[in-house]
């Protein structure tokens, strides 16, 4: 939103690709290094402690304990609020263009409430952080995957083919973990919102 021209954006989302894979690789080595490195490991979700406090001594561990819960809490905070002010704007300021200030940040609050109580709900419905986080990850990814790849690649699709893909990602994926219990919910939701694009797209072009 800040970028000075689209081109600028474009860019700047190639590099950010890029240095996220480059990041990203690293818990990744560690995560199949994990047998080699601690034998024997029965639960795999405390991989990371187990490694801190083998390598790095207590003291240490601590400080990469306190380092690796503060890096979670800043993400969670950082997440509740995105959804409080993307909330209020997107939704509640279309519906109240009037709204005043005091107005507009109680729903900026409420919003961030909301996404609370929903992470609460989210956190009691798995039973590791494995299952949480795949969760949180392809919750509406699908939609968004779609419509980065139409938007940087092509000029096919618009408004309401964009809003079809993402509710449509979102309630496949909801469908496929939570009642079909299909094995592979994120593909299935990709594939259909795909689908739904295009399809909404065409129906936009047709019309226009």
């Known amino acids: 939103m800040a970028s000075r021209s689209a081109r600028v954006a474009r860019n700047a989302t190639y590099v950010?690709?890029?240095?996220?894979?480059?990041?990203?690789?690293?818990?990744?080595?560690?995560?199949?290094?994990g047998p080699t490195l601690i034998p024997g490991?029965?639960?795999s979700e405390t991989f990371l402690p187990q490694l801190a406090h083998a390598k790095l001594g207590p003291i240490l561990a601590a400080v990469f304990s306190g380092a690796l819960i503060s890096a979670i809490l800043s993400t969670v905070d950082s997440s509740l609020l995105a959804v409080g002010a993307l909330?209020?704007?997107n939704l509640v300021l279309r519906a109240y263009p009037r709204a005043s200030e005091?107005?507009?940040v109680i729903a900026a609050r409420v919003g961030v409430v909301l996404a609370g109580l929903g992470a609460y709900a989210l956190a009691f419905s798995e039973e590791g952080v494995y299952g949480l986080v795949?969760?949180?990850s392809a919750f509406g990814g699908a939609g968004i995957f779609v419509l980065m790849?139409?938007?940087?690649?092509?000029?096919?699709?618009?408004?309401?083919a964009g809003c079809t893909a993402?509710?449509?990602s979102i309630v496949v994926q909801l469908w496929g973990t939570y009642v079909a219990v299909h094995p592979y919910p994120?593909?299935?939701?990709?594939a259909i919102s795909a689908v739904c694009f295009v399809a909404v797209g065409s129906f936009e072009r047709g019309r226009a």
Do not use: D, K, N
């Open 87 to 89: 909330g209020s704007h």
């Open 102 to 104: 005091r107005q507009r």
């Open 16 to 33: 950010a690709a890029m240095v996220y894979l480059a990041i990203g690789m690293i818990p990744a080595l560690l995560g199949l290094a």
């Open 186 to 190: 994120f593909t299935l939701s990709l």
């Open 149 to 160: 790849c139409f938007g940087l690649f092509s000029r096919f699709g618009g408004r309401w």
């Open 134 to 136: 795949e969760q949180a």
């Open 41 to 43: 490991l029965t639960e």
């Open 166 to 168: 993402l509710i449509v």
